[in-house]
């Protein structure tokens, strides 16, 4: 079973800041099978990056994807402040089939 | 516009049961495979079940297996997660979402906003 580990848990940061959040797997995962969500308070998660890299509809050019193998990272190049919110990271494993997140990093106000 | 509207959810005893609903509209449902996810409330997202567009497969997380099980009706536009022998554990926020596809990947584009269901006696 993959396990994702995100990193770190919680990021202060000021709007304007860059935000670099890593997500690392246990094993080797498909780049076609990485994924990135937002989530604020009382709402559902929202797509940002899928295939590792690239933006989901709507989603502005500040947030970027790169990685493969078992090192993936999200980058937020200028932090806005509805940018402040939890991130997730999403893989899918085929031996057994299933999906998995990691635990979330959590983007705060400084 | 895609909906996704979660419905069923509710306080019920240890070792009972509960179905959830899932209503689709705005786009063709037949096409997509479907997944259900799970959030304990201030926790992270945990996977529970996918259906492919067809039901031809199945799959659940450990966690759940043998206890749920996942459905849907194409002509109705529904999905369905069946939830018997359910344990505190299971008490969470469950989404369902909808799972895109490109050339460059896969995601979950749409959830719905959720339904609560509490495992309590």
């Known amino acids: 079973e993959i396990v994702l580990t995100q990193s770190p848990g919680t990021l202060s940061l000021s709007p304007g800041e860059r935000a670099t959040l890593s997500c690392r797997a246990s094993?080797?995962?498909?780049?076609?099978?990485l994924a990135w969500y937002q989530q604020k308070p009382g709402q559902a998660p929202r797509l940002l990056i899928y295939?590792?890299?690239s933006r989901a509809t709507g989603i502005p050019d500040r947030f970027s994807g790169s990685g493969s193998g078992t090192d993936f990272t999200l980058t937020i190049s200028r932090l806005e402040p509805e940018d402040f919110a939890v991130y997730y990271c999403q893989q899918y494993g085929s031996s057994p089939p299933r999906w998995t997140f990691g635990q979330g990093t959590k983007v705060e106000i400084k | 516009e895609v909906q996704l509207v979660e419905s069923g959810g509710g306080l019920v005893k240890p070792g009972g049961s509960l179905r959830l609903s899932c209503a689709a509209s705005g786009f063709t449902f037949s096409s997509y495979t479907m997944n259900w996810v799970r959030q304990v409330p201030g926790k992270g997202l945990e996977w529970v079940s996918s259906i492919s567009s067809s039901s031809s497969y199945m799959f659940s997380a450990d966690s759940v297996k043998g206890r749920f099980s996942i459905s849907r009706d194409n002509a109705k536009n529904s999905l369905y997660l069946q939830m018997n022998s359910l344990r505190a554990e299971d008490t969470a926020v469950y989404y369902c979402a909808r799972e895109f596809y490109d050339s460059s990947g896969y995601g979950f584009d749409y959830w719905g906003q959720g339904t609560l269901v509490t495992v309590s006696s």
């Open positions: 295939g590792a890299s």
């Open positions: 094993q080797s995962v498909s780049s076609s099978f």
